[in-house]
């Protein structure tokens, strides 16, 4: 029997995995000090300010945080003046004593059995919208192309700079960054203005680390972005976690075999819910592997992050994908 790291390997690197890669088997997620601080954490039913100055709220009754970005709590008023306007926390500026809780932990991981990554929260794309909001940051795709693409060189490289004191620090063998790209239906972005305004700072930061020795790049986006995988692939990305059924899954493993692994089938709005049912959780996986097979496909719950809005469901999904193994194993 294959250890989960294999297993792992075998099943991305188009080889002869002996069970499905079990949802996020194979990492070990660390929050270290600069993604506690400057990530978009917040806990359940309150807010807080991160390291950016960003307002973030985990409403009650919602799946996860947000941030607020209107009036007062609006960063980046003009994106033209976002060097005045916007403070850059430094990576650096932790301590010893901060970095001790991902180190031990990083520490007492087994990396035969399971990758460490850093749980990097949030992306380019997403940090434009928490200084900005939504609605400025699309008009200020079209209308101020050269401040952006500015602001984005300066984002692409404070990721590297985080990179570099997460690799001191504790060694991850695997990233796992979060950047959401679209709606349940659509991107957010067309693939061209994608090209243009994203794709290279991904190339960067992911090429980044993969020559710092990272064997793997995780991307989620619990989404549609179908039409985004060949940019993907381009920037280096390994698995797309948090692929939605609007995607059309076979289709996408059929034109792209080989090339990306996606993590997802098993999307957390129409399973993860408060009358969620085992029958549809095990008729969702057995409809996925039916029409999507088992090449390059990591079954999961498209969350960016192991667990599940309502008690119990993430644990089904689990047993049900160990049962499945056996059958298609």
Request: proline share 5%; glycine share 8%.
């Amino acid at each position: 029997m294959l250890t989960i790291r294999d297993n792992f390997m075998e099943t991305i690197r188009g080889g002869h995995p002996d069970r499905f890669v079990n949802q996020y088997e194979y990492m070990d997620l660390i929050l270290d000090p600069i993604m506690a601080d400057c990530g978009g954490f917040c806990d359940y039913g309150k807010d807080r300010v991160n390291g950016w100055g960003v307002t973030v709220r985990w409403q009650e009754g919602t799946p996860g945080p947000f941030p607020l970005c209107e009036g007062s709590n609006k960063l980046i008023t003009d994106v033209t003046l976002w060097k005045e306007q916007l403070k850059t926390p430094d990576p650096n500026r932790y301590s010893a004593e901060d970095w001790k809780a991902a180190e031990t932990q990083a520490a007492s991981v087994d990396r035969k059995e399971k990758f460490v990554a850093p749980f990097f929260v949030t992306g380019i794309f997403e940090k434009l919208h928490y200084f900005m909001g939504m609605e400025d940051t699309m008009i200020n795709f079209y209308e101020e192309p050269e401040a952006m693409h500015d602001l984005i060189d300066h984002l692409a490289d404070w990721e590297i700079e985080c990179a570099k004191a997460e690799l001191a620090h504790y060694h991850p063998d695997a990233l796992f960054h979060h950047d959401d790209w679209g709606s349940q239906t659509s991107t957010f972005l067309s693939p061209a203005m994608f090209e243009e305004f994203i794709l290279p700072a991904y190339q960067k930061i992911y090429g980044f680390w993969k020559k710092s020795g990272v064997d793997v790049i995780i991307h989620h986006s619990d989404s549609y972005a179908a039409s985004l995988v060949p940019q993907m692939i381009e920037m280096g990305v390994d698995v797309w976690q948090g692929a939605v059924k609007e995607n059309n899954i076979p289709e996408l493993l059929k034109t792209y075999a080989g090339k990306i692994t996606i993590q997802g089938g098993l999307d957390n709005g129409k399973y993860d819910k408060a009358d969620w049912s085992k029958e549809a959780i095990h008729n969702g996986l057995k409809e996925l592997f039916e029409t999507a097979g088992t090449k390059n496909l990591i079954p999961s719950l498209t969350m960016g992050g192991p667990g599940s809005t309502f008690d119990g469901v993430y644990d089904f999904v689990t047993d049900e994908i160990r049962a499945f193994s056996k059958l298609y194993f």
